[in-house]
């Protein structure tokens, strides 16, 4: 079958700082683990509408979209969970941050710190590129 | 079912001309229109190998991704048929365009031509997206 189930993810960046999560001990898949804001679409979701539920749901956050910056593909868990995901850079616009169930803990770290921590390591490839593109794009960019 | 069809589609860039192709009169879908290369991810498939391969059977092309630019969602046909889609920006790296039966046309057109193009108006988005990345990014960036 060529569907997939579609992942979103948002790198939230608020004065060059950018926010990490950790995924609670109650999750399924990938308890207790370093992350960004992640989510899957529901049904006919646009994508950046998606985006925006799923950060507003697990951090209660208003954000704008920069623009896409990372896409990929991988099993969640067993070969009938096909996944496509597509990462987005995004600033943060207001509020404050509140947790849902689905995350234990939250830290806003700068893109050094991030490179640093091995927890984060598989993320490291897409800070690497909102690195390379804010060395380009004015402050207040948006795609 | 929240499960969704993935089109990939590139915006090939050519010393600051972009490829435009014609569907063919024997497409199921919206024959005889413009559009940029597309085309659907196979089974399993990551989203930029699928782009890979769709560009090399429309065009025989080879390309660079540059980046991802836009990404949205509509019902190709019906409701049955939900489709996320990618678009990616690209860089022409080598071959000469050589046509599959999918397309019967293919032109190289400027961004301001694009832009004044009727036919286009549904991909004019995404051309201004490229143009302002254009103004801020070398020429020769790859994310």
Request: aromatic share 12%; net charge negative; glycine share 6%.
């Amino acid at each position: 079958m060529k569907k997939f189930y579609v992942g979103i993810a948002g790198i939230i960046e608020k004065e060059d700082k950018y926010l990490i999560l950790r995924r609670s001990n109650e999750k399924d898949f990938l308890p207790n683990t370093l992350e960004m804001v992640t989510g899957r679409l529901e049904e006919n979701e646009p994508p950046e509408l998606g985006l925006l539920r799923e950060v507003k749901e697990e951090t209660s956050l208003d954000v704008s979209i920069i623009m896409p910056v990372h896409t990929g593909f991988f099993y969640r868990g067993g070969k009938e969970f096909p996944m496509v995901f597509i990462m987005y850079w995004c600033l943060y616009k207001k509020g404050q941050v509140k947790l849902s169930w689905e995350h234990s803990e939250f830290v806003w770290m700068a893109i050094d710190e991030i490179l640093a921590e091995k927890e984060l390591e598989k993320f490291h490839d897409m800070f690497k590129k909102v690195s390379r593109l804010k060395k380009h794009l004015p402050e207040d960019f948006l795609l």
